[in-house]
């Protein structure tokens, strides 16, 4: 019989050993334990919890186990990151419960001694946890920051060396606050006011954003997709970069403007609302099933002008396509996210290595695709000059049909990195969005 703790745990080994989607794969393992709401929201605070700490975790789990964190079987660690979380960081659960709850799912794991050794790791980080070691910040900096933050040294140096080390701490500060809820208030169909007030009698409280017309933030909403005003097309969710990437754009009614990477659809339907569903907006993504998505959220929404269709941007072999606009948001490493998706942290480096000349190949075959003064834009959800400012500057030198088109961005939204005028550093702590780069051009 499946219970909160059981599905977390299988959820966390799925994540760990597949290295599967965080929000998938806890809805799934939810939805298969059939959890009421009391058990759903359990299982979710401990494998979110787990997966933001692991580092941390691994750390203190390894000061009270005779066997390293390394040489345990995976069920096994997770097993005692949850007990170990549950302890540490939610007060509301009795010690008592977590440990004997974590010696009873050792039990149903192979290998008879797994009880007895969880049982005492567990005693012994009751007895010892006012006690715990942590790094000495002015010996091991980095390794310190690492074990506080639960974020692998080796990217803690990078955003140190990118943005200072005072951002830096404001990024690993932000893994831990919840991030806000932005929507995309389909303006085809009702005004922003006329919203509010509809989410209000689904007892849904909603302000608009005031910088951004459009833009609202939801608060107390439950499961989104069971709202009467989501089903009838009135809004979709999309935070708060993605929007002011699409009013980069400076889409208009009439035009013609493509997506080239597109899935799961928010920019192709920001940008189609923006247009008043009038033009053409082509939205492509490689794969058939996330075209499929695209199709289905502009149905819902009503946005007629979109055509969505499979296309491999980094080599297309249909023929070439002209817009007066081109969107060019590339598969990244998804730095900027890692407050939605914590296991982006867990990511090997070498994993970022051939991103910066996937996103140089995508970008090229976009600037083939550009009217004469047309505008074409960059953006990632990564914190990673590699992947940013190094792809959009590489792109001026090598294309000079194009040059760098100056952002006209809101008051309120400042420069916080070096960079050109034609380029945005987004950050969660300074911003309130997710991490973000934008980088605009325009052709000559």
């Avoid at 009421?36 to 299982?43: E, F, G």
């Avoid at 345990?72 to 960081?89: G, K, N, V, W």
């Avoid at 991103?355 to 550009?370: G, H, M, N, T, W």
């Avoid at 001026?396 to 550093?425: C, H, M, R």
Wanted: with cysteine; net charge positive.
């Amino acid at each position: 019989m499946k219970n909160a703790r059981t599905a977390a745990h299988g959820a966390l080994l799925q994540v760990d050993v597949n290295a599967g989607y965080s929000n998938i794969v806890i809805d799934k393992a939810i939805k298969e334990a059939n959890l009421d709401q009391r058990d759903a929201s359990l299982a979710s605070a401990i494998f979110y919890g787990v997966l933001e700490r692991r580092i941390t975790l691994d750390y203190i789990i390894g000061q009270f186990s005779r066997i390293p964190v390394k040489q345990m079987t995976p069920d096994i660690l997770e097993i005692l990151r949850m007990a170990c979380y549950q302890i540490l960081y939610m007060e509301k659960i009795p010690h008592s419960a977590a440990v004997n709850e974590a010696v009873n799912m050792a039990k149903l794991t192979k290998g008879g001694k797994s009880p007895g050794f969880v049982n005492g790791v567990l005693r012994g980080l009751l007895r010892g946890k006012e006690q715990i070691k942590m790094p000495n910040e002015k010996k091991e900096p980095l390794r310190a920051l690492s074990i506080m933050y639960s974020c692998p040294q080796w990217l803690i140096q990078l955003w140190q060396e990118a943005y200072g080390k005072e951002h830096t701490l404001g990024i690993l500060k932000s893994f831990f606050d919840k991030p806000p809820l932005y929507a995309r208030v389909n303006t085809t169909k009702i005004t922003t006011e006329q919203l509010i007030e509809r989410l209000k009698k689904e007892n849904v409280s909603a302000k608009a954003v005031s910088w951004l017309p459009g833009a609202i933030e939801l608060e107390q909403t439950g499961s989104v997709a069971h709202l009467k005003a989501y089903e009838e097309g009135f809004f979709h969710i999309q935070d708060i970069s993605s929007q002011l990437c699409c009013s980069v754009l400076e889409p208009k009614p009439g035009q013609t403007i493509a997506d080239l990477c597109a899935a799961p659809g928010g920019k192709t339907f920001t940008t189609a609302e923006q247009m008043e569903n009038q033009g053409r907006l082509l939205s492509f993504d490689k794969y058939k099933g996330k075209v499929g998505l695209i199709r289905q959220g502009a149905n819902r929404l009503g946005l007629s002008i979109v055509e969505a269709s499979v296309r491999d941007s980094s080599n297309p072999k249909e023929e070439l396509l002209f817009a007066d606009s081109v969107l060019c948001d590339a598969p990244c490493a998804g730095l900027g996210i890692i407050r939605r998706k914590p296991e982006i942290r867990y990511k090997p480096q070498e994993e970022l290595k051939d991103l910066p000349s996937v996103q140089r190949s995508i970008l090229k075959e976009a600037a083939k695709q550009v009217k004469p003064g047309g505008t074409l834009v960059y953006s990632t959800c990564s914190l990673n000059p590699a992947e940013n400012g190094a792809v959009a500057d590489w792109f001026l030198k090598e294309y000079s049909g194009f040059q760098a088109k100056p952002l006209k961005l809101p008051a309120n939204i400042k420069q916080v990195v070096d960079t050109s005028d034609n380029q945005i550093t987004l950050l969660p702590h300074i911003h309130g969005t997710d991490g973000f780069f934008i980088a605009v051009f325009v052709k000559t």
